[in-house]
């Protein structure tokens, strides 16, 4: 192997260790408002939570026949805002500004369409690993 070749073999294996350092553990609302049949699988079979994790996916081995490191929901502004757009409770009405949604103390994602882009917060007490 010549010199250049190791430099791109050492610049590699630094960057797959920045990307390993980047992943962060999601935060638990965005694992326990998934609903087990729901879950896509993040994982390979006998992953270790702590290995899950490293990859930014949440873990939950306490369903058999469900994928156990699955890929969290969403991150929004606010936790509460963290749920399954099946979950979502209008707020507002079609073309609602996100001014107008927040003034109702409401949340706001446009992101996915026929769906409330103005919704009703949920409470994070039920959020746990």
């Known amino acids: 192997m010549g010199p250049q070749a190791a430099r791109l073999l050492a610049a590699l294996l630094v960057l797959g260790l920045c990307a ?3 992943a962060q553990k999601p935060s ?3 694992c326990s408002r998934i609903e087990p049949n729901e879950r896509d699988n ?7 939570s702590d ?3 490293a ?3 949440c873990f939950n081995s306490s369903i058999r026949g469900v994928p156990w490191c699955f890929t969290p ?11 399954e757009v099946s ?11 996100p001014e107008e949604c927040a003034s109702r103390k409401c949340c706001f994602s446009d992101d996915i369409t026929q769906v409330p ?12 690993y």
């Open 20 to 22: 390993l350092a980047m």
């Open 28 to 30: 638990p609302c965005r």
């Open 42 to 48: 993040c994982g390979f079979p006998g992953i270790t």
């Open 51 to 53: 290995q899950c994790f």
């Open 55 to 57: 990859s930014g996916c």
């Open 73 to 83: 929901l969403p991150k929004q502004e606010l936790e509460e805002c963290v749920m």
């Open 87 to 97: 979950d979502r409770e209008n707020c507002g009405y079609p073309g609602i500004s």
């Open 117 to 128: 882009w103005c919704f009703f917060p949920i409470s994070v007490e039920d959020c746990h």
